[in-house]
Protein backbone atom coordinates (compact mmCIF):
# COMPACT_ATOMS: atom_id res chain seq x y z
CA UNK A 1 0.00 0.00 0.00
CA UNK A 2 1.01 3.56 -0.89
CA UNK A 3 1.74 5.60 2.07
CA UNK A 4 0.14 8.60 2.89
CA UNK A 5 2.47 11.46 2.36
CA UNK A 6 1.99 14.77 4.61
CA UNK A 7 3.97 18.21 4.30
CA UNK A 8 3.54 20.65 7.11
CA UNK A 9 4.88 24.08 7.37
CA UNK A 10 5.22 26.01 10.27
CA UNK A 11 6.34 29.80 10.05
CA UNK A 12 7.97 31.92 12.72
CA UNK A 13 5.05 32.75 15.40
CA UNK A 14 4.75 28.77 15.77
CA UNK A 15 7.93 27.84 16.86
CA UNK A 16 8.69 30.96 18.76
CA UNK A 17 9.62 29.81 22.02
CA UNK A 18 10.46 26.53 23.48
CA UNK A 19 6.58 25.44 24.97
CA UNK A 20 5.62 26.28 20.92
CA UNK A 21 7.69 24.19 19.68
CA UNK A 22 6.31 21.23 22.05
CA UNK A 23 3.13 22.10 20.81
CA UNK A 24 4.20 21.65 17.54
CA UNK A 25 6.32 19.02 18.38
CA UNK A 26 3.11 17.18 19.71
CA UNK A 27 0.59 18.04 16.42
CA UNK A 28 3.41 16.54 14.33
CA UNK A 29 3.46 13.02 16.08
CA UNK A 30 -0.11 12.76 15.99
CA UNK A 31 -0.06 12.75 11.80
CA UNK A 32 3.12 10.59 11.98
CA UNK A 33 1.85 7.07 12.14
CA UNK A 34 3.40 3.93 10.19
CA UNK A 35 0.66 4.35 6.80
CA UNK A 36 2.09 8.51 6.88
CA UNK A 37 5.16 10.10 6.60
CA UNK A 38 5.67 13.57 7.47
CA UNK A 39 7.77 15.90 6.54
CA UNK A 40 7.98 19.68 7.75
CA UNK A 41 9.54 22.79 7.14
CA UNK A 42 9.99 25.17 9.55
CA UNK A 43 10.79 28.66 9.52
CA UNK A 44 13.34 30.85 12.13
CA UNK A 45 11.98 31.38 15.51
CA UNK A 46 9.56 34.54 16.19
CA UNK A 47 11.69 37.62 14.69
CA UNK A 48 14.78 35.90 14.39
CA UNK A 49 15.37 36.88 10.39
CA UNK A 50 15.25 40.41 11.37
CA UNK A 51 17.10 40.45 14.50
CA UNK A 52 20.29 38.77 12.57
CA UNK A 53 19.47 41.74 9.73
CA UNK A 54 19.81 44.21 12.32
CA UNK A 55 23.11 42.75 13.84
CA UNK A 56 24.43 42.50 9.87
CA UNK A 57 23.39 46.35 9.94
CA UNK A 58 25.41 47.32 12.86
CA UNK A 59 28.58 45.67 11.28
CA UNK A 60 28.48 47.26 7.93
CA UNK A 61 26.32 48.59 5.55
CA UNK A 62 27.57 46.85 3.29
CA UNK A 63 27.78 43.13 3.72
CA UNK A 64 28.10 40.66 0.60
CA UNK A 65 25.34 38.99 -0.05
CA UNK A 66 27.13 35.49 0.38
CA UNK A 67 27.72 35.69 4.34
CA UNK A 68 24.08 37.42 4.53
CA UNK A 69 22.42 34.47 3.28
CA UNK A 70 24.85 32.32 5.16
CA UNK A 71 23.86 34.34 8.15
CA UNK A 72 20.20 34.68 7.65
CA UNK A 73 19.86 30.70 6.80
CA UNK A 74 21.09 29.90 10.67
CA UNK A 75 17.69 31.09 12.20
CA UNK A 76 15.76 28.15 9.89
CA UNK A 77 19.09 25.87 11.25
CA UNK A 78 18.20 26.66 14.77
CA UNK A 79 14.50 26.03 14.55
CA UNK A 80 14.73 22.93 12.82
CA UNK A 81 17.33 21.36 14.95
CA UNK A 82 14.80 22.20 18.10
CA UNK A 83 12.18 21.22 16.16
CA UNK A 84 13.62 17.46 15.72
CA UNK A 85 14.33 17.66 19.85
CA UNK A 86 11.10 17.99 20.70
CA UNK A 87 9.67 15.35 18.07
CA UNK A 88 12.13 12.86 19.34
CA UNK A 89 10.91 13.98 22.87
CA UNK A 90 7.38 13.30 22.04
CA UNK A 91 8.33 9.97 21.29
CA UNK A 92 8.61 9.93 16.84
CA UNK A 93 12.01 9.03 15.51
CA UNK A 94 12.99 12.55 13.58
CA UNK A 95 16.06 14.27 11.41
CA UNK A 96 16.63 17.68 10.71
CA UNK A 97 17.79 18.74 7.75
CA UNK A 98 19.21 22.45 6.46
CA UNK A 99 18.50 22.77 2.80
CA UNK A 100 21.49 21.82 1.84
CA UNK A 101 21.30 18.37 3.52
CA UNK A 102 17.15 18.24 2.65
CA UNK A 103 19.21 18.67 -1.79
CA UNK A 104 17.37 22.04 -2.33
CA UNK A 105 19.41 22.92 -4.99
CA UNK A 106 18.74 26.71 -6.03
CA UNK A 107 20.16 29.15 -8.68
CA UNK A 108 23.34 31.83 -7.74
CA UNK A 109 21.08 34.78 -6.92
CA UNK A 110 21.63 35.36 -3.30
CA UNK A 111 19.08 36.67 -1.32
CA UNK A 112 16.22 35.77 -3.49
CA UNK A 113 17.50 31.85 -5.35
CA UNK A 114 14.80 30.42 -7.08
CA UNK A 115 14.51 26.37 -6.31
CA UNK A 116 15.37 24.38 -9.06
CA UNK A 117 15.10 20.77 -7.86
CA UNK A 118 14.81 19.16 -5.03
CA UNK A 119 17.04 16.06 -4.68
CA UNK A 120 15.12 14.45 -2.29
CA UNK A 121 16.93 11.29 -1.78
CA UNK A 122 17.69 12.10 1.69
CA UNK A 123 14.18 12.56 2.58
CA UNK A 124 13.26 9.01 0.94
CA UNK A 125 15.98 7.58 3.12
CA UNK A 126 14.84 8.83 6.04
CA UNK A 127 11.07 8.08 5.77
CA UNK A 128 11.96 4.47 5.16
CA UNK A 129 13.63 4.71 8.36
CA UNK A 130 10.60 5.59 9.78
CA UNK A 131 11.70 9.56 10.54
CA UNK A 132 9.80 12.64 10.98
CA UNK A 133 11.73 15.01 8.54
CA UNK A 134 12.68 18.39 9.98
CA UNK A 135 13.86 20.78 6.81
CA UNK A 136 15.38 24.07 7.76
CA UNK A 137 12.79 26.22 5.61
CA UNK A 138 14.18 29.64 3.38
CA UNK A 139 17.36 28.46 1.89
CA UNK A 140 18.65 26.08 -0.38
CA UNK A 141 22.62 25.83 -1.69
CA UNK A 142 23.94 26.47 -5.54
CA UNK A 143 25.57 23.83 -7.67
CA UNK A 144 29.21 25.36 -6.48
CA UNK A 145 27.75 24.75 -2.83
CA UNK A 146 26.97 28.12 -1.95
CA UNK A 147 24.47 28.79 0.47
CA UNK A 148 21.34 30.64 -0.65
CA UNK A 149 18.26 32.25 0.74
CA UNK A 150 15.05 32.27 -1.10
CA UNK A 151 13.89 35.81 -0.06
CA UNK A 152 12.09 36.53 3.03
CA UNK A 153 8.59 34.47 3.30
CA UNK A 154 10.37 31.60 1.57
CA UNK A 155 9.94 28.88 4.03
CA UNK A 156 6.49 28.87 2.14
CA UNK A 157 8.47 28.03 -1.04
CA UNK A 158 10.26 25.68 0.74
CA UNK A 159 7.19 23.95 1.76
CA UNK A 160 5.57 23.85 -1.31
CA UNK A 161 8.76 23.22 -3.58
CA UNK A 162 8.53 20.19 -1.22
CA UNK A 163 5.35 19.08 -1.33
CA UNK A 164 6.11 18.93 -4.74
CA UNK A 165 8.68 16.59 -4.81
CA UNK A 166 7.93 14.27 -2.40
CA UNK A 167 4.59 13.82 -3.70
CA UNK A 168 2.67 14.90 -1.01
CA UNK A 169 -1.11 14.29 -0.16
CA UNK A 170 -1.85 16.75 1.28
CA UNK A 171 0.41 20.55 1.84
CA UNK A 172 -0.17 22.34 5.36
CA UNK A 173 0.64 26.11 6.24
CA UNK A 174 0.59 26.82 9.76
CA UNK A 175 0.61 30.05 10.70
CA UNK A 176 -1.14 32.31 13.94
CA UNK A 177 -4.00 33.46 12.22
CA UNK A 178 -7.14 30.62 11.59
CA UNK A 179 -6.79 31.04 7.51
CA UNK A 180 -7.01 33.93 4.93
CA UNK A 181 -9.41 36.49 5.35
CA UNK A 182 -11.17 39.17 3.81
CA UNK A 183 -8.80 41.71 5.11
CA UNK A 184 -6.67 41.81 8.06
CA UNK A 185 -9.09 40.93 10.85
CA UNK A 186 -6.51 42.97 12.97
CA UNK A 187 -7.21 46.09 11.08
CA UNK A 188 -10.67 45.05 10.47
CA UNK A 189 -12.39 43.14 13.02
CA UNK A 190 -15.38 42.06 10.69
CA UNK A 191 -12.84 40.51 8.49
CA UNK A 192 -13.93 37.09 8.06
CA UNK A 193 -12.44 33.91 7.36
CA UNK A 194 -12.55 32.40 3.82
CA UNK A 195 -13.14 28.61 3.57
CA UNK A 196 -11.75 28.73 -0.12
CA UNK A 197 -9.72 30.95 -2.11
CA UNK A 198 -8.65 30.40 -5.78
CA UNK A 199 -4.71 30.61 -6.10
CA UNK A 200 -5.31 33.33 -8.60
CA UNK A 201 -6.80 35.27 -5.97
CA UNK A 202 -4.67 34.45 -3.44
CA UNK A 203 -1.47 35.53 -5.57
CA UNK A 204 -3.03 38.86 -6.21
CA UNK A 205 -3.93 38.89 -2.21
CA UNK A 206 -0.09 37.99 -1.28
CA UNK A 207 1.58 40.50 -3.98
CA UNK A 208 -0.74 43.22 -3.05
CA UNK A 209 -0.19 43.30 0.31
CA UNK A 210 -1.95 39.98 2.52
CA UNK A 211 0.92 39.05 4.50
CA UNK A 212 0.11 35.39 5.21
CA UNK A 213 1.88 33.54 2.61
CA UNK A 214 5.04 34.69 0.03
CA UNK A 215 3.52 35.27 -3.55
CA UNK A 216 6.46 33.54 -5.03
CA UNK A 217 4.99 29.76 -3.24
CA UNK A 218 1.55 30.54 -4.71
CA UNK A 219 3.02 30.98 -8.30
CA UNK A 220 4.39 27.73 -7.63
CA UNK A 221 1.49 25.70 -6.10
CA UNK A 222 -0.56 27.18 -9.12
CA UNK A 223 1.57 25.91 -11.59
CA UNK A 224 1.76 22.51 -10.37
CA UNK A 225 -1.67 22.53 -8.67
CA UNK A 226 -0.63 21.60 -5.34
CA UNK A 227 -3.27 22.61 -3.00
CA UNK A 228 -2.42 24.07 -0.12
CA UNK A 229 -4.76 24.13 3.74
CA UNK A 230 -3.78 27.31 5.58
CA UNK A 231 -4.30 27.26 9.24
CA UNK A 232 -3.47 27.89 12.77
CA UNK A 233 -0.63 25.82 14.58
CA UNK A 234 -3.13 27.22 17.64
CA UNK A 235 -6.10 26.03 17.06
CA UNK A 236 -7.31 22.81 15.98
CA UNK A 237 -9.91 23.65 13.41
CA UNK A 238 -10.19 23.70 9.70
CA UNK A 239 -8.60 26.84 7.79
CA UNK A 240 -8.58 28.45 4.45
CA UNK A 241 -7.86 25.89 1.19
CA UNK A 242 -6.26 27.91 -1.83
CA UNK A 243 -7.15 26.04 -4.65
CA UNK A 244 -7.59 26.19 -8.23
CA UNK A 245 -11.59 27.29 -8.56
CA UNK A 246 -13.93 28.00 -6.23
CA UNK A 247 -17.51 27.44 -7.81
CA UNK A 248 -19.13 29.68 -5.32
CA UNK A 249 -16.74 32.79 -6.21
CA UNK A 250 -18.69 33.30 -9.25
CA UNK A 251 -21.14 34.97 -7.39
CA UNK A 252 -19.14 37.55 -5.53
CA UNK A 253 -17.46 40.34 -7.46
CA UNK A 254 -15.22 40.98 -4.50
CA UNK A 255 -13.28 38.33 -1.75
CA UNK A 256 -10.91 40.52 -0.44
CA UNK A 257 -9.68 43.58 0.39
CA UNK A 258 -5.71 44.42 0.93
CA UNK A 259 -3.19 47.31 1.19
CA UNK A 260 0.08 47.88 0.97
CA UNK A 261 2.22 50.38 2.73
CA UNK A 262 6.04 49.38 1.24
CA UNK A 263 5.72 51.01 -2.08
CA UNK A 264 7.50 54.42 -2.96
CA UNK A 265 6.54 56.26 -6.05
CA UNK A 266 9.23 58.13 -8.19
CA UNK A 267 7.91 60.39 -11.11
CA UNK A 268 10.69 62.08 -13.70
CA UNK A 269 9.65 64.95 -14.90
CA UNK A 270 9.70 66.55 -18.64
CA UNK A 271 11.05 63.42 -20.72
CA UNK A 272 11.04 63.46 -24.51
CA UNK A 273 7.68 61.95 -25.54
CA UNK A 274 9.07 59.90 -28.31
CA UNK A 275 9.70 55.59 -29.20
CA UNK A 276 11.70 53.80 -26.99
CA UNK A 277 12.72 56.74 -23.72
CA UNK A 278 9.94 53.90 -21.60
CA UNK A 279 12.06 50.99 -22.77
CA UNK A 280 15.35 53.37 -21.81
CA UNK A 281 13.97 54.04 -18.00
CA UNK A 282 12.64 50.75 -17.25
CA UNK A 283 15.37 48.60 -18.69
CA UNK A 284 17.44 50.76 -16.25
CA UNK A 285 16.11 50.09 -13.28
CA UNK A 286 15.77 46.67 -13.97
CA UNK A 287 19.59 46.52 -14.63
CA UNK A 288 19.03 47.87 -10.71
CA UNK A 289 17.45 44.74 -9.95
CA UNK A 290 14.71 47.04 -8.68
CA UNK A 291 10.97 45.44 -9.66
CA UNK A 292 8.55 48.32 -10.96
CA UNK A 293 4.81 48.02 -10.02
CA UNK A 294 2.40 50.59 -11.08
CA UNK A 295 3.59 52.57 -13.99
CA UNK A 296 2.00 55.89 -15.20
CA UNK A 297 2.50 57.90 -17.93
CA UNK A 298 0.86 61.34 -18.60
CA UNK A 299 -0.21 62.65 -21.80
CA UNK A 300 1.99 65.15 -23.52
CA UNK A 301 1.53 68.48 -24.53
CA UNK A 302 4.50 70.13 -25.08
CA UNK A 303 5.95 66.63 -26.74
CA UNK A 304 7.17 66.19 -23.01
CA UNK A 305 5.86 63.78 -20.77
CA UNK A 306 5.62 63.01 -16.70
CA UNK A 307 6.55 59.32 -15.97
CA UNK A 308 5.24 58.16 -12.75
CA UNK A 309 5.82 54.45 -10.92
CA UNK A 310 6.16 52.00 -7.67
CA UNK A 311 8.98 50.34 -6.32
CA UNK A 312 9.27 48.20 -3.46
CA UNK A 313 10.23 51.24 -0.70
CA UNK A 314 13.88 49.09 0.67
CA UNK A 315 14.90 49.69 -3.33
CA UNK A 316 14.31 53.17 -2.85
CA UNK A 317 17.69 54.09 -2.77
CA UNK A 318 18.77 51.76 -5.48
CA UNK A 319 15.95 52.77 -7.78
CA UNK A 320 16.59 56.84 -6.85
CA UNK A 321 20.32 56.29 -8.40
CA UNK A 322 19.42 54.64 -11.65
CA UNK A 323 16.02 56.89 -12.02
CA UNK A 324 18.55 59.85 -11.98
CA UNK A 325 21.23 58.56 -14.21
CA UNK A 326 18.84 57.94 -16.56
CA UNK A 327 17.07 61.32 -16.32
CA UNK A 328 20.28 63.11 -16.66
CA UNK A 329 20.65 60.82 -20.13
CA UNK A 330 17.04 61.77 -21.66
CA UNK A 331 17.45 65.21 -20.33
CA UNK A 332 14.20 65.38 -18.11
CA UNK A 333 14.56 68.08 -15.39
CA UNK A 334 13.38 66.07 -12.48
CA UNK A 335 13.21 63.52 -10.67
CA UNK A 336 10.58 63.53 -7.62
CA UNK A 337 9.92 60.64 -5.26
CA UNK A 338 7.58 60.02 -2.06
CA UNK A 339 7.72 57.50 0.52
CA UNK A 340 3.93 58.48 2.00
CA UNK A 341 1.85 56.20 -0.48
CA UNK A 342 0.49 53.27 0.16
CA UNK A 343 -2.05 50.73 -2.10
CA UNK A 344 -5.38 49.63 -1.65
CA UNK A 345 -6.75 47.06 -3.70
CA UNK A 346 -9.66 44.62 -3.79
CA UNK A 347 -9.53 41.27 -5.03
CA UNK A 348 -11.70 38.52 -6.60
CA UNK A 349 -12.11 36.44 -9.55
CA UNK A 350 -15.40 37.29 -9.97
CA UNK A 351 -14.46 40.51 -11.13
CA UNK A 352 -14.40 38.72 -14.39
CA UNK A 353 -18.08 38.69 -14.67
CA UNK A 354 -19.19 41.69 -13.20
CA UNK A 355 -19.36 44.81 -14.38
CA UNK A 356 -19.26 48.17 -12.46
CA UNK A 357 -16.95 47.29 -9.77
CA UNK A 358 -13.87 49.76 -10.38
CA UNK A 359 -16.54 52.30 -10.80
CA UNK A 360 -18.01 51.73 -7.33
CA UNK A 361 -14.43 51.31 -5.91
CA UNK A 362 -13.55 54.76 -7.03
CA UNK A 363 -17.24 56.49 -5.79
CA UNK A 364 -16.31 54.77 -2.34
CA UNK A 365 -13.00 56.29 -1.87
CA UNK A 366 -14.13 59.65 -3.41
CA UNK A 367 -17.15 59.24 -0.52
CA UNK A 368 -14.91 59.10 2.17
CA UNK A 369 -12.61 62.04 0.53
CA UNK A 370 -9.57 60.14 -0.62
CA UNK A 371 -7.41 61.16 -2.97
CA UNK A 372 -6.35 59.10 -6.15
CA UNK A 373 -3.14 59.18 -7.28
CA UNK A 374 -2.34 56.34 -9.51
CA UNK A 375 -4.67 53.46 -10.58
CA UNK A 376 -3.94 49.62 -11.66
CA UNK A 377 -6.02 46.67 -12.78
CA UNK A 378 -5.71 43.31 -13.48
CA UNK A 379 -8.14 40.72 -14.61
CA UNK A 380 -8.98 40.39 -11.29
CA UNK A 381 -7.99 43.37 -8.86
CA UNK A 382 -8.15 46.80 -8.91
CA UNK A 383 -5.41 48.87 -7.37
CA UNK A 384 -5.39 52.91 -6.21
CA UNK A 385 -2.09 54.20 -4.92
CA UNK A 386 -3.31 57.05 -2.33
CA UNK A 387 -1.17 58.58 0.76
CA UNK A 388 -0.27 56.22 3.46
CA UNK A 389 -2.22 58.07 6.28
CA UNK A 390 -5.75 57.43 4.47
CA UNK A 391 -5.12 54.12 3.65
CA UNK A 392 -6.73 51.87 6.34
CA UNK A 393 -9.22 54.14 6.41
CA UNK A 394 -9.71 52.95 2.55
CA UNK A 395 -9.74 49.43 3.34
CA UNK A 396 -12.43 49.92 6.36
CA UNK A 397 -14.52 51.43 4.19
CA UNK A 398 -14.10 49.27 1.23
CA UNK A 399 -14.42 46.69 3.08
CA UNK A 400 -18.30 47.33 4.16
CA UNK A 401 -19.67 48.95 1.11
CA UNK A 402 -18.61 45.36 -0.59
CA UNK A 403 -20.28 44.17 2.01
CA UNK A 404 -17.14 41.46 2.80
CA UNK A 405 -17.85 40.66 6.60
CA UNK A 406 -21.38 38.71 5.37
CA UNK A 407 -20.19 36.75 2.77
CA UNK A 408 -22.12 34.58 0.69
N1 LIG B 1 12.70 33.46 8.23
C1 LIG B 1 12.50 33.96 6.92
C2 LIG B 1 11.80 35.30 6.99
O1 LIG B 1 11.49 35.77 8.07
C3 LIG B 1 11.75 33.01 6.04
C4 LIG B 1 10.35 32.68 6.51
O2 LIG B 1 9.95 33.01 7.60
O3 LIG B 1 9.64 32.06 5.73
O4 LIG B 1 11.58 35.90 5.99
MG1 LIG C 1 8.91 34.59 8.75
Partial sequence: MKKRIVVQKYGGSS?????????????????????????????????????????????????TDREMDLLLA????????????????????????TGFQAGFLTNKEHGKARVEGIDGKRIKKAFKEGKVVIVAGFQGVTAEGEITTLGRGGSDLSAVALAKAVKADVCEIYTDVTGIFTTDPRKVPEARKLSAITF????????????????????????????????????????????????????????????NKNEAKITICAVPDQPGVSAQIFNAIAKAGVS?????????????????????????????????????KLGA????HSKDI???????????????????????LAGAKINIDMIATSEISISCIITLDKVDTAVQTLHKAFSLEKGK
Fill in 342 to 364: ARVSIVGSGMRSHQGIAAKMFEV
Fill in 200 to 259: DEMLEMASLGAQVMQARSIEVAKRYNIPLHVRSSYAKEEGTMIVKSVKHLEEVAVTGVTS
Fill in 292 to 328: VDVIVQNVSHTKKTDVSFTVPKSDIVKALKATEEVAK
Fill in 74 to 97: CGEQISASLLAMAVREHGCESVAL
Fill in 15 to 63: VKDADRIKAVAERICSYKNKNTDVAVVVSAMADTTDDLIELAAKITKDP
Fill in 333 to 336: TDVL
